[in-house]
């Protein structure tokens, strides 16, 4: 993936600490710069949160993470974390941050992470883009479906042209949508049985085509009209799509490399893990829409100005260097915010409280 510097010479260039070497978690999570952290509040018009202190932080020597890349939460309230470190690739929080539970030993591609169902019927879809595979698996992590690569399209020659790195599924029929997001950039649609429907997109230049399909989610906000939103990341975009494939829309969000956009009540979601360009390395906020798709809040980011109608270009909140390579965001039933972190020195997720 994309290079990085330090952690070090970050905090160095943003002057806010002069001691932080590259450390285990716990070390981290107590030094001047955490501490610092903790007291500043981010966010916009109405939209604020502070970090809670030391949420979830684990031993690194008996439960490891390496690349903090989604988060989940269950119907009895548990907060599910899926790392590709194949010690444990799924940590189990309660939201106070204690740790419940652990599985997964055979996911090094641990990428995309989605639950569906209800109650005790619910199951996840892991995305592995190391295995090439979605995995459909109970909550307990036995395996119960694969979708291996999309031959059938005659788009794909071989197993590793495919690397999926997102799901969603349609609550109302159990389709299940994969963006093929470093792979060949086509989003495919299966049946809840794994069957393929249909495949669109693709990497290209129009505004139907994507570079970087990262995330996908069902948008139900409009019950009689549901649609698709795409990510098109390299191009600081959500795209919409009717959900038999068909481009309807994009939200330009400049400056943000949004991974995934998570829907949760009248507002959109999502993490972005860096922000302005390549150049612009352990940056990254979170970014809130509103119903009407405009941005409305950038926690560790720059305030949302519009200007007729078009977002000027947002990047980090210098003052703010709790994220670096932000991979998703959780939010749960009190709108707090949990934030999974990529290349991120293999820190624990960060909880913000709604304040």
């Not at 991974?259 to 959109?268: A, K, L, S, W």
Request: hydrophobic share 30%.
């Amino acid at each position: 993936m994309d290079s990085s510097l330090s952690r070090r010479s970050f905090l160095q260039k943003t002057a806010l600490v002069t001691s932080v070497g590259i450390a285990a978690p716990t070390i981290i999570s107590a030094s001047p710069y955490r501490r610092q952290t903790d007291a500043v509040t981010v966010g916009h018009n109405g939209f604020r949160y502070r970090v809670v202190p030391g949420w979830g932080i684990l031993d690194a020597g008996k439960n490891p993470v390496n690349d903090c890349h989604e988060m989940v939460q269950d119907s009895k309230g548990r907060i599910m974390l899926l790392t590709n470190e194949t010690k444990n690739n799924v940590l189990i929080y309660d939201k106070s941050g204690k740790l419940l539970d652990t599985w997964g030993h055979d996911y090094p591609g641990a990428h995309g992470f989605t639950i569906g169902g209800e109650g005790n019927d619910q199951y996840l879809l892991i995305s592995d883009t190391d295995r090439h595979q979605v995995i459909k698996t109970d909550m307990k992590g036995r395996e119960l479906m694969k979708i291996d690569y999309p031959r059938e399209t005659g788009l794909y020659a071989y197993p590793t042209q495919f690397k999926p790195t997102e799901t969603a599924i349609n609550p109302a029929n159990g389709d299940i949508y994969v963006v093929d997001g470093y792979g060949l950039n086509y989003v495919m649609q299966y049946d809840r049985m794994g069957k393929l429907i249909r495949h669109f997109g693709g990497r290209g230049e129009g505004d139907a085509s994507f570079d970087c399909c990262h995330g996908v989610v069902v948008d139900r906000r409009n019950p009689a009209q549901p649609t698709l939103l795409v990510t098109d990341r390299r191009r600081n975009a959500l795209k919409r799509f009717s959900l038999d494939g068909n481009y309807l829309s994009t939200i330009a969000l400049p400056g943000s490399y949004i991974c995934r956009p998570v829907i949760r009540g009248e507002n959109i979601y999502g993490a972005v893990f860096r922000s302005t360009s390549d150049s612009y390395p352990n940056s990254g906020y979170v970014q809130i829409l509103d119903k009407n798709d405009r941005v409305v809040s950038t926690p560790g980011g720059s305030e949302p100005i519009y200007q007729n109608n078009v977002l000027a270009t947002q990047q980090k909140d210098l003052s703010f260097p709790a994220f670096i390579h932000p991979h998703d965001v959780l939010v749960d039933e009190d709108e707090s915010l949990y934030v999974a972190q990529w290349a991120s020195q293999k820190t624990y997720p960060i909880k913000l409280e709604r304040v």
